[in-house]
């Protein structure tokens, strides 16, 4: 019993909710055709055993359908409610979508785009290169450590508390992108951290977007997927996402409008299979 209960517990929750409806429909069809009076027995030369394999037979069918159909339906995107914020996963490019943008940058907000400090190709390199002004940049980055009474380094960069989030207006296309100092780089210009730290940088970025959200609408893109150098180990989109999640609901941050996370796809590319957004549906439900 302890075996099939441990077999059961490592079932995906498309299986098993692909087997629940399954279930459910043969039960219907089988109370329906009773009500009728009809049974499978009265079918000619079908005997006990043909009625065992013919109902095992149909089961299989509505079974692979549904688990299926769970597939189309929920592959690109979910919805949740989290501590009452309205939360939606989907398949994207985050500087197409409205609302309030959220790039991970350096605890140094770093405008060394250069593949050596930062990759042209991250998130932060491109907001720098092609979306935003770098001189508007420094500029908001320098009156933000003003405000909160930050001095410069010796190298005359500031450095931010991890988790900070500091409200950059573009006036290039008027959007406005939150930039997050999601990582610490070191003197060889590598982010390291470990899951404690970053989920500790996640709690202070659920309190920094409380702060400067406005009411608007939140995307971000799935955090820590571009640190390579977890020093606990490496960590899969999965983890990460699930880790994004956990925190928003142990922040005791109650958002008043939708929270995107905006999992990032190659051009023609439908797959999403390293993150089966259906098992995260229902995580939060009581």
């Known amino acids: 019993m302890k075996k099939l209960y441990a077999w059961e517990k490592n079932l995906t929750n498309q299986t098993r909710?692909?087997?629940?409806?399954?279930?459910?429909?043969?039960?219907?069809?089988?109370?329906?055709?009773?009500?009728?009076?009809?049974?499978i027995r009265d079918i000619p030369n079908v005997n006990l055993w043909w009625s065992i394999v013919l109902v095992a037979a149909a089961f299989i069918v509505a079974f692979g359908i549904f688990y299926y159909l769970l597939d189309i339906i929920f592959r690109n995107s979910i919805k949740l409610d989290i501590r009452k914020t309205q939360v939606t996963i989907?398949?994207?490019?985050?500087?197409?979508?409205?609302?309030?943008?959220?790039?991970?940058?350096?605890?140094?907000?770093?405008?060394?785009?250069?593949?050596?400090?930062?990759?042209?190709?991250?998130?932060?390199?491109?907001?720098?290169?092609?979306?935003?002004?770098?001189?508007?940049?420094?500029?908001?980055?320098?009156?933000?450590?003003?405000?909160?009474?930050?001095?410069?380094?010796?190298?005359?960069?500031?450095?931010?508390?991890?988790?900070?989030?500091?409200?950059?207006?573009?006036?290039?296309?008027?959007?406005?992108?939150?930039?997050?100092?999601?990582?610490?780089?070191?003197?060889?210009?590598?982010?390291?951290t470990n899951m404690a730290e970053f989920e500790q940088m996640l709690m202070v970025m659920w309190r920094e977007l409380d702060r400067v959200y406005a009411r608007n609408n939140i995307n971000l893109p799935l955090l820590g997927s571009g640190i390579s150098r977890?020093?606990?180990?490496?960590?899969?989109?999965?983890e990460l996402l699930k880790c994004m999640l956990c925190t928003l609901n142990n922040s005791g941050v109650t958002f008043k409008s939708k929270v995107n996370v905006v999992l990032y796809r190659k051009p023609d590319d439908d797959n999403n299979d390293d993150i089966p957004l259906y098992e995260y549906k229902d995580m939060f439900k009581l």
């Open 230 to 238: 977890f020093d606990d180990g490496p960590k899969d989109n999965k």
């Open 90 to 192: 989907t398949c994207g490019d985050i500087f197409a979508s409205t609302g309030l943008k959220v790039i991970g940058c350096d605890t140094r907000f770093d405008t060394r785009i250069d593949d050596i400090v930062i990759s042209k190709s991250s998130l932060h390199g491109q907001l720098f290169l092609k979306y935003g002004d770098i001189k508007e940049i420094e500029s908001t980055v320098k009156a933000e450590a003003e405000r909160r009474n930050i001095s410069k380094n010796e190298d005359g960069s500031y450095s931010f508390e991890l988790g900070t989030i500091i409200r950059y207006y573009c006036s290039r296309n008027n959007e406005t992108y939150l930039m997050l100092a999601a990582t610490e780089l070191n003197k060889q210009y590598e982010a390291h």
């Open 17 to 39: 909710d692909s087997f629940k409806y399954a279930l459910g429909m043969i039960g219907a069809i089988s109370t329906i055709l009773t009500i009728f009076g009809v049974s």
